[in-house]
């Protein structure tokens, strides 16, 4: 058994349902402490919905001949996941018990079977082990190397790598690189990795008719009525193209809640949720106007409530962000292709990472972890023979951003 599968498996086996850590943030100090990080937990959130964070730096030390203005200038590379899960489901359905990692054997080669397998434990373990073979190579890097770590990704993520950054910023601390350890693969580890993501904005727009008998339309106004021309232009429109790497943005309608149940009372009310996944090619205001006009334009205005029209409530999830190829996606597509031949592919496809609020901060953010295909699901697994090339793959990105460091120092 590899240091990183033993690890991997001792994270598992923590019941880490978010927002619960379980101690898995303090077994991963345990493991950087002796390498020469500073852990700092960083606490946030309610009582009943306490967020444990970590945020360890190993400060580089290379080399002690350089002046204050040259070792201010050291990158600083940051391995950014989460050790919270989401809840196991039935656990009767499982193959084994979810906390307690197995070995499945399968035509394909043995399988670690556990809930966080997957997303994200392996990463985090992986990562773990690659920092300690780096540094037992290369004690004084030109680097340094930070670890930002939360049990709230899986949750509302409002208590989780958000306010980490914020504090982080607060004290002027900067990143110049960051890997997210989110499962990124298809197939096979590296296949895949994301540059970049789309924004998320969501809105809930209630229209407000006059409810009444649905016999006399005339003495009612139908919000449904009200409101579907206007939905009927909404879902055609091209809202952008997209660019080179994201594809165009889109607007989808999630939940359609209107009347009360019974079939003769026209509704009072109807209220739509909806959601935009946008390029950098949107912007979240510009997003919002254009909605805007095409209600107006189909004789939709805001209301206070007192008479009929829309009120309308808006929620930026996250801004999309992008991270060209250069130094930092260089270094890990050569790190790809020394441990796997493979020539990965770039993609800003899938859902929304906490690579959304370090992007914030940090110019150049990528997601490389293990094939996703398991995550969330009943018997969440990650394929043993991908679990040394991942961390050889985060040790390589290690290895070559060291290299450029010192090709321009």
């Avoid at 990965?344 to 953010?365: K, N, Y």
Wanted: proline share 8%.
């Amino acid at each position: 058994m590899t240091a990183t599968l033993r690890l991997a498996e001792q994270l598992i086996a923590r019941p880490s349902v978010t927002p619960d850590d379980a101690g898995c943030q303090t077994l991963l100090s345990q493991r950087l402490q002796p390498l020469g990080f500073v852990c700092e937990t960083i606490e946030s959130g309610p009582d009943d919905f306490r967020v444990t964070n970590l945020w360890a730096k190993f400060t580089s030390k290379w080399p002690s001949a350089l002046d204050m203005k040259a070792t201010a200038a050291i990158k600083t590379v940051v391995f950014a996941g989460h050790t919270d899960v989401v809840p196991t489901g039935p656990v009767a359905q499982w193959h084994s018990p979810p906390f307690v990692p197995t070995h499945l054997p399968t035509p394909q080669g043995p399988l670690l079977v556990g809930r966080g397998a997957a997303d994200m434990k392996t990463s985090l373990a992986a990562m773990v082990v690659a920092c300690e073979e780096f540094l037992a190579a290369t004690p004084q890097p030109a680097l340094n190397i930070a670890f930002l770590l939360t049990s709230d990704e899986e949750g509302p993520a409002n208590d989780g790598t958000v306010v980490v950054c914020q504090t982080l910023q607060a004290r002027g601390e900067t990143f110049d690189c960051c890997i997210v350890g989110e499962p990124t693969s298809v197939e096979r580890t590296g296949d895949m990795i994301k540059n970049g993501r789309r924004g998320t904005m969501s809105g809930k727009l209630t229209v407000k008719g006059v409810q009444g008998h649905i016999a006399y339309p005339h003495l009612a106004q139908n919000p449904i009525h009200m409101l579907s021309p206007a939905l009927a232009e909404l879902v055609t429109i091209e809202w952008d193209r997209g660019n080179d790497y994201f594809p165009p943005t889109t607007w989808q309608v999630s939940n359609i809640h209107g009347g009360t149940g019974a079939s003769n009372i026209i509704p009072g009310t109807v209220v739509v949720d909806f959601n935009f996944r946008f390029s950098t090619e949107s912007t979240p205001e510009g997003l919002q106007q254009r909605l805007v006009a095409v209600l107006q334009r189909h004789g939709l205005h805001p209301t206070d409530g007192a008479e009929p029209g829309y009120t309308l409530a808006w929620t930026v999830g996250g801004l999309p962000f992008l991270t060209r190829p250069g130094p930092l996606v260089d270094a890990v597509r050569d790190a790809i292709h020394a441990e796997t031949g493979l020539a990965t592919e770039l993609s800003t496809t899938g859902g929304t990472s906490d690579g959304r609020f370090i992007a914030q901060m940090c110019p150049e953010v990528i997601e490389l972890g293990p094939p996703n295909a398991t995550i969330h699901k009943i018997n969440e697994s990650v394929a043993v023979a991908d679990i040394e090339p991942l961390k050889n793959i985060y040790r390589r990105v290690l290895e070559n951003l060291h290299r450029q460091a010192l090709a321009t120092a």
